[in-house]
C-alpha cells in the first residue's frame, strides 16, 4: 500500500491528505520550505538558475528592473525565442523523435506529432505567414477549434517574432470583431468548423461575420476541419492546405531573434469595467515562469504524458497546453471535443487508450463526469496516472474526494493550482510532497509571497476573509494592457502602490496551517464553469437587444458551473416581458458574446439599485437573489 495517501486529522479539524512513500521517493523537490526560504532571500539567484534551464542566444545583464515600475522587467538585455525553447533545443537531440503531440479528434481521428514533425509544419506554417506580409510585432488573430493547427499558429508566429491573439472558439461576432479591432489585427487565421457534440461549429461563418465589422483584416487563412460548405472572399480567402503546399512553405525559417521583454501575446480577458483588455505576455519571463511551474509543480519526468484538458483559447491553455510542457520536452496530448461524447467514459477511454501521467482540468469539468457516476471510469484502466491538476475556480471537496479517489484511485496528489491570465502561470499552489486539503490551493510558489488583508492593508487573522494581494512581481506577470498601460496601473497596482502589491481581485482565507483557501472574485469579474467573463460585456450585449433599455448581470452559485449568470432587464416604455422574450434576450447574449455567457435566467425589473451617483448595485442585486443581508444601503439611491 505504499502508493496510497494517508489521511490524517490537522490541528485545524480539517482532513491532510498526505502523499505516499513512492511520490515522495520520485519527486524532485522533496523540502519545500527550504527551496521556497531561498527563492525568497535570493529571489534574483533564484530566477537567474531557474532561467539557465532554458536556451538564451545571449545572457541576460539584470535578472529584474523595477525601474519604471510597475512596468517590471526581467532578464534584461537577454536574447531568447520561446519557439526555440519549445522546439528547436530538442531537435539536437533525442527528443527529436520523442513524441510532441498526441491528438484525438472528437470524430475519433487520430494524429501524432514528432518534434520533427511539429517544427516541420511550425516552419512552414512560419513561411506562409510571411508570404502574407507578417512582420515582426504585428498581432495575428487565430480563431480556432482545438485542432493542432491552433498550436502550429502559435508557435509559427512566436518564430517570426509576431504576437499572436488567440480568441477562444466557443466566443462569438461581438466578441472576435472587438478584439481584432482592439489588436489591430490585418491577419485572421481560422478553421472552418470544429466539432462538437457530433455538430459542426460553424466558426468560419462567425469570422466571416465578425471580419464584416473589422476593417483592419486584409488576410484570412481557414483550416480545413469539417470540410462543410463555407464562404470564401476573393482576395481575402486563403486555404491552409492551399498555401501550405506552395514552394513559399519552406521547411526551413530561422527563429527570429527576441529580446526578453518583446511581445509574445496578448491575450484578452474580462476585468471589472469595459471591453476585455488584452494582457501582454512577452518571450523571456513567461518562458522561465511557465516552464519552472510546469516542471517543479508537476515533477515533469520525460516519461510522461501530459494532458491539459482547457482550451487553448484561455491562459491555461497557453502557458499548459502549448508552451510549457514543449519547452520541458514534454508529449502532449490535446483533444478536440466534447468530454462526455459519444459517451461519459470519453476521457476515461482516452487516458487508458494513450497512457496519460498527468491530468490537468477544471473543477466544473470534474464535477460534470462526476455527475454520470463512478460506473464509467471504473470500466477503465487509469493506472496510469501519477498526478492530478485542477485549475480556473476553487473546487469543493466533494468533487475533490472524488477526483482523488475515483480518477486518482487514492494514490494521486491533486495539484490546485490558483493563479490568472495576469499572472502566466501558477502563483498559489502544492508541490507532489504538500499535505493536501481538499479545497485548498495551499501555498505560494517559489519566489511569491501571498497575503490576505482586510480593507486598510492590513494581514487578516487565520480563518477571516480578506483580500489576495501578491506582495512581489514575478517573471511570469503580464507586462501591460495593450494600448493602455494606465488602466493597467489603475487595475492591478493602484491600490497597494505605497507597498507595491498586487491586486488580484479575489478573496480568500488563510487557516492555521498557513494553507490559502480561495473564496472566489471580489469584483465585477464572473467565473462561469471556470471560463472567466465580466458583467460589463453580458450587459453590453444584453442593451444590443431592441427592446432592452437598461441590464445587470450578475453571478450567482451553481451547482455545476461554480456560477451561473442572472440578468436584470428594465426594457424600453411600454414594453411587456414575458417568457419567450426572456429565451430570446438568453439566445441573443448566446449569439453575440458565445454560448458560455448565455444567461441561466432573465429577470424583468422597474428599476435597478443604484448609488446616487448611477453605478449599479449589483451586490444588492445578489444579495436580494440569494435572500442575504443586504450590507451597507447608505449610497443606495431608491
Ligand atoms: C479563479 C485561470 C480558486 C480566481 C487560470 C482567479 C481559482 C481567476 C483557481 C482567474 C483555483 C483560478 N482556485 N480559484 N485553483 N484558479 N481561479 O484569468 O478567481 O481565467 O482570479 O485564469 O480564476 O481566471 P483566469
Not at 495575428?140 to 518564430?159: F, N, S
Not at 479575489?506 to 487557516?511: G, P
Request: with cysteine; net charge neutral.
Amino acid at each position: 500500500m505504499a502508493k496510497q495517501t494517508k489521511v490524517s486529522a490537522a490541528d485545524s479539524g480539517q482532513e491532510f491528505y498526505h502523499p505516499s512513500k513512492e511520490v515522495v521517493k520520485n519527486a524532485t523537490i522533496k523540502d519545500y520550505e527550504k527551496v521556497y526560504k531561498r527563492s525568497i532571500e535570493d529571489r534574483d539567484g533564484f530566477w537567474a538558475d531557474e532561467a539557465k534551464k532554458l536556451d538564451w542566444f545571449k545572457k541576460w545583464n539584470k535578472v529584474f528592473d523595477d525601474s519604471e515600475r510597475p512596468f517590471f522587467k526581467w532578464f534584461v538585455g537577454g536574447k531568447t525565442n520561446i519557439a526555440h525553447n519549445a522546439i528547436d533545443r530538442h531537435l539536437k537531440t533525442w527528443r527529436r523523435n520523442k513524441l510532441a503531440i498526441i491528438w484525438e479528434g472528437e470524430p475519433g481521428d487520430v494524429r501524432t506529432m514528432s518534434y520533427h514533425a511539429l517544427n516541420r509544419e511550425v516552419s512552414k506554417t512560419a513561411n506562409v505567414l510571411k508570404s502574407m506580409g507578417v512582420q515582426k510585432g504585428e498581432i495575428v488573430t487565430i480563431y480556432m477549434p482545438q485542432i493542432p493547427e491552433l498550436a502550429i499558429t502559435m508557435l509559427a508566429c512566436a518564430k517570426i517574432g509576431a504576437a499572436h491573439s488567440v480568441v477562444y472558439g466557443g466566443f462569438s461576432v461581438e466578441a472576435l470583431a472587438d478584439r481584432i479591432a482592439n489588436a489591430h489585427s490585418r491577419v485572421l487565421v481560422t478553421a472552418d468548423g470544429g466539432w462538437r457534440r457530433g455538430k459542426v461549429t460553424d466558426l468560419k461563418s462567425i469570422a466571416n461575420e465578425a471580419m464584416d465589422r473589422s476593417p483592419t483584416i486584409e488576410v484570412c487563412i481557414t483550416v480545413k476541419r469539417t470540410g462543410h460548405e463555407v464562404h470564401m472572399e476573393n482576395d481575402r480567402d486563403f486555404w491552409y492546405h492551399d498555401l501550405m503546399a506552395l514552394p513559399i512553405a519552406s521547411p526551413r525559417c530561422e527563429t527570429e531573434v527576441m529580446d526578453s521583454e518583446d511581445m509574445l501575446f496578448i491575450l484578452f480577458t474580462s476585468g471589472t469595467t469595459g471591453k476585455p483588455k488584452g494582457l501582454v505576455h512577452t518571450h523571456g519571463g513567461y518562458s522561465v515562469y511557465t516552464a519552472s511551474t510546469h516542471r517543479n509543480v508537476f515533477d515533469v519526468k520525460d516519461e510522461d504524458r501530459w494532458w491539459c484538458a482547457a482550451d487553448p483559447g484561455w491562459i491555461t491553455g497557453h502557458s499548459y497546453l502549448v508552451y510549457a510542457p514543449l519547452i520541458n520536452g514534454s508529449t502532449i496530448m490535446m483533444y478536440e471535443g466534447a468530454p462526455n461524447h459519444p459517451y461519459p467514459n470519453r476521457w476515461w477511454n482516452m487516458i487508458e487508450k494513450y497512457g496519460i501521467t498527468i491530468l490537468y482540468t477544471s473543477p466544473t469539468a470534474i464535477r460534470g463526469l462526476m455527475r454520470f457516476g463512478d460506473q464509467w471510469p471504473k470500466r477503465h484502466d487509469l493506472s496510469s496516472l501519477r498526478l492530478l491538476g485542477s485549475v480556473g475556480e476553487p473546487i469543493n471537496p466533494e468533487a475533490w474526494k472524488w477526483y482523488h479517489s475515483v480518477i486518482g484511485n487514492n494514490e494521486c496528489p491533486i495539484m490546485d493550482t490558483w493563479w490568472q491570465t495576469e499572472t502566466g502561470g501558477f502563483m498559489i499552489t502544492p508541490l507532489p510532497v504538500t499535505p493536501l486539503k481538499p479545497g485548498s490551493a495551499t501555498k505560494p510558489y517559489f519566489g511569491v509571497e501571498a497575503a490576505i488583508v482586510d480593507e486598510k492593508g492590513n494581514e487578516v487573522k487565520p480563518g477571516e476573509e480578506g483580500k489576495l494581494v501578491i506582495k512581489n512581481p514575478t517573471p511570469g506577470m503580464a507586462r501591460t494592457i495593450f494600448g493602455d498601460p494606465e488602466r493597467y496601473n489603475e487595475t492591478y497596482w493602484k491600490e497597494y502602490e505605497d507597498k507595491g502589491w498586487y491586486k488580484a481581485g479575489d478573496s480568500a482565507r488563510i487557516d492555521e496551517d498557513g494553507y490559502i483557501w480561495v473564496i472566489g472574485r471580489i469584483d465585477d469579474v464572473i467565473k462561469v464553469s471556470g471560463y472567466r467573463l465580466g458583467t460589463a460585456e453580458v450587459e453590453s450585449a444584453l442593451v444590443s437587444y431592441p427592446d432592452v433599455a437598461e441590464a445587470a448581470a450578475i453571478a450567482l452559485p451553481h451547482e455545476l458551473k461554480g456560477n451561473a449568470i442572472h440578468v436584470y432587464c428594465i426594457l424600453k416604455a411600454g414594453i411587456k416581458g414575458d417568457s419567450k422574450m426572456a429565451n430570446e434576450i438568453k439566445n441573443h447574449v448566446s449569439k453575440e458574446i458565445g454560448p458560455i455567457a448565455k444567461p441561466e435566467e432573465v429577470h424583468f425589473l422597474e428599476s435597478l439599485p443604484k448609488t446616487r451617483s448611477g453605478k449599479i448595485m449589483r451586490r444588492v442585486l445578489k444579495a436580494r437573489a440569494m435572500g442575504v443581508d443586504e450590507g451597507d444601503l447608505s449610497t443606495l439611491e431608491e
